[in-house]
């Protein structure tokens, strides 16, 4: 859409600084996060699938060596079984496993060190760690009688800001990611309230000016399983630990990604390769490598 076209459809945009807009007329638009979670693990437990709430705290693997045709030395290794401490208790509950997956979110680069993923010689695949962390983020919650109302799309704008309708009472929610410099301690889940005052509010009223009179009613914060390399998912196995694999690091993008990513792992664990979209280019190689799938859009 042109600035003219944008400002015909949505009126209450400040077109200020636009060139053109992107607008989804279908099989697009938002969901909310924690109902599409509830409604797929309740299938999966419809399925027969057993959840188990616990922390990982150590895996029983196996090794073998073997030699490149350049001459390195390399260790595979297979999982055979996992050590999860149970929720109130001091218990570990041994689990015998084929196949590990990890998608433990912002802390899977933690349960890749204990698999031994990244203890080997800087520089070496065995050397190259999962660049996965947690980042905090914050998400607000606004009134504001004047906004946009029931029109209201999921706005982007090019500051990074972002907003959505929430049900409606003139109610928003949204936010926008802080630069390097500004990373929130991830040892806690406080929400820094100055934050949406100095950085996100200016940015939401000089795009939708109705925004000047909002009132921040609740806000709460959040893990992003951060992909400090190029803020993209990693999916598939690991080259050396042979019997992990990965869904982790989207950055934000995971749930909106995690139907595609959920049978892209199932095929790679199933058939030893992708089938229904080539994501190789997500492969845990392309850290050893330099390859990056950089992700330029995070919100």
């Known amino acids: 859409m042109s600035p003219e076209q944008l400002q015909k459809k949505f009126p209450w945009i400040n077109t200020e600084g636009v060139a053109l807009a992107s607008y989804?007329?279908?099989?697009?638009?938002w969901f909310d996060p924690w109902c599409l979670l509830q409604g797929l693990r309740?299938?999966?437990?419809?399925?027969?699938?057993?959840?188990?709430?616990?922390?990982?705290?150590?895996?029983?693997?196996?090794?073998?060596?073997?030699?490149?045709?350049?001459?390195?030395?390399?260790?595979?290794?297979?999982?055979?079984?996992?050590?999860?401490?149970?929720?109130?208790?001091?218990?570990?509950?041994?689990?015998?496993?084929?196949?590990?997956?990890?998608?433990?979110?912002?802390?899977?680069?933690?349960?890749?060190?204990?698999?031994?993923?990244?203890?080997?010689?800087?520089?070496?695949?065995q050397g190259t760690k999962l660049p996965v962390e947690p980042r905090k983020r914050y998400v607000y919650l606004w009134h504001c009688p004047q906004g946009p109302g029931l029109e209201a799309p999921l706005v982007a704008d090019p500051s990074g800001a972002y907003f959505r309708r929430e049900g409606l009472g003139n109610n928003y929610v949204g936010s926008c990611s802080p630069t390097e410099e500004e990373e929130p301690d991830p040892g806690n889940l406080e929400v820094d309230y100055d934050f949406f005052?100095?950085?996100?509010?200016?940015?939401?009223?000089?795009?939708?000016?109705?925004?000047?009179?909002?009132?921040?009613?609740?806000?709460?914060?959040?893990?992003?399983?951060?992909?400090?390399?190029?803020?993209?998912?990693?999916?598939?196995?690991?080259?050396?630990?042979?019997?992990?694999?990965?869904?982790?690091?989207?950055?934000?993008?995971?749930?909106?990604?995690?139907?595609?990513?959920g049978r892209a792992v199932a095929e790679m664990v199933l058939e030893g390769h992708f089938q229904t979209i080539n994501l190789s280019p997500f492969l845990f190689s392309r850290f050893y490598f330099g390859e990056k799938a950089q992700e330029h859009c995070i919100l």
């Open 24 to 29: 989804g007329l279908e099989n697009e638009g």
């Open 42 to 125: 309740r299938k999966l437990q419809s399925m027969g699938v057993l959840f188990c709430q616990g922390e990982v705290t150590r895996f029983i693997s196996s090794s073998s060596h073997m030699e490149t045709a350049s001459g390195e030395q390399l260790t595979l290794k297979r999982i055979h079984e996992v050590h999860v401490k149970m929720d109130h208790s001091q218990e570990f509950q041994p689990v015998e496993c084929a196949i590990v997956v990890n998608a433990a979110g912002a802390w899977s680069g933690q349960i890749a060190e204990l698999a031994g993923v990244g203890n080997g010689p800087p520089g070496t695949m």
């Open 197 to 261: 005052q100095e950085k996100v509010w200016p940015r939401l009223a000089q795009r939708v000016p109705a925004f000047e009179t909002l009132k921040v009613r609740s806000a709460w914060a959040g893990y992003y399983d951060y992909n400090t390399f190029d803020q993209n998912g990693v999916v598939g196995p690991h080259p050396l630990v042979v019997n992990m694999y990965f869904a982790t690091g989207f950055s934000g993008h995971g749930l909106q990604q995690a139907p595609a990513v």
